[in-house]
């Protein structure tokens, strides 16, 4: 299983313990006030990008009020900032951040950086390893591998992979969308769904190097202003289980 599976796995898991203590809901709430912003409308019917946050948003069981709230903000939203760094063992990690403070976060990511054996980069330095694809996860309870293929890559997706919990599908950005509806209208609705960077190839760690990244993953993800973090880290699957734990 590719590096991003196994980071998309555990971003899956701890997001479920994040929305125990709420702060999924600040994550969700700032995505769709910028993205009622950034697409000059509040119809989710008219802003892709809003509609995807909306609806990732009642997959995590948000309030109506929340969501209406967030979008009436719309224009008072937060700037959107992309930092590149390297972790531990060369690992290159991408950030997107939602600030309304860009001194203050570019600060607070350099410093993980710094604390975890990493190092904060110039804009360009790491991007050129990713692609901007879209990732759904499904429970693999929820459907079998010939039915997920036949509905997924006939709405347009490109591959669909195997992870220890979950099937992943990846698609293009433009596909993105009907892959997710076509999946819903199937009657399997995504535990996690977004457009993300994924890595183009990996770097494999160990031991410490291992250790200290996962907790520089963590600890960018727990940020109130990061919104999605991607590194091309590839981790065996025994090790990140007992790390994780």
């Known amino acids: 299983m590719s590096g ?17 203590r709420g702060k999924i809901f600040t994550k969700l709430i700032k995505e769709i006030t ?4 950034m ?11 809003l509609r995807t946050a909306v609806l990732a948003a009642k997959a995590a069981s ?6 209406e709230r ?40 350099r410093g993980s950086f710094t604390k975890y054996g990493g190092s904060l980069g110039e804009t360009g330095c790491v991007g050129w390893m990713f692609q901007k694809r879209g990732v759904l996860l499904l429970d693999r309870r929820a459907i079998d591998e010939e ?16 992870g220890d919990e979950s099937w992943e599908v990846t698609t293009t950005p ?13 009657g399997v609705t995504p535990t996690s769904a977004e457009v993300t960077m ?14 200290q990244l996962l907790k520089l993953l963590e600890v960018l993800e727990d940020h109130d202003d990061v919104q999605s973090v991607s590194a091309n880290a590839d981790i065996d699957e025994e090790e990140v289980a007992q790390l994780s734990a």
């Open 62 to 67: 948000m309030p109506n009020d929340n969501i």
């Open 34 to 37: 910028v993205a009622a912003r």
């Open 174 to 186: 433009e596909a993105f969308e009907k892959v997710r509806d076509a999946l819903v209208a199937a």
């Open 198 to 211: 994924v890595p183009q190839s990996t770097v494999h760690v160990t031991g410490r190097d291992a250790q």
């Open 70 to 109: 967030a979008i009436k903000k719309g224009i008072g939203g937060s700037d959107g900032a992309v930092y590149e760094g390297y972790g531990p063992g060369g690992v290159a990690v991408m950030v997107r951040a939602l600030t309304d403070n860009r001194n203050r976060t570019v600060a607070d990511v």
């Open 147 to 162: 039915r997920l293929m036949e509905v997924a890559l006939e709405a347009g997706a490109d591959d669909v992979a195997e």
């Open 4 to 20: 991003h599976s196994k980071w998309s796995t555990i971003k899956h898991k701890k997001a479920a313990k994040d929305a125990k």
């Open 39 to 49: 697409g000059n409308s509040g119809d989710p019917a008219f802003n892709p990008r």
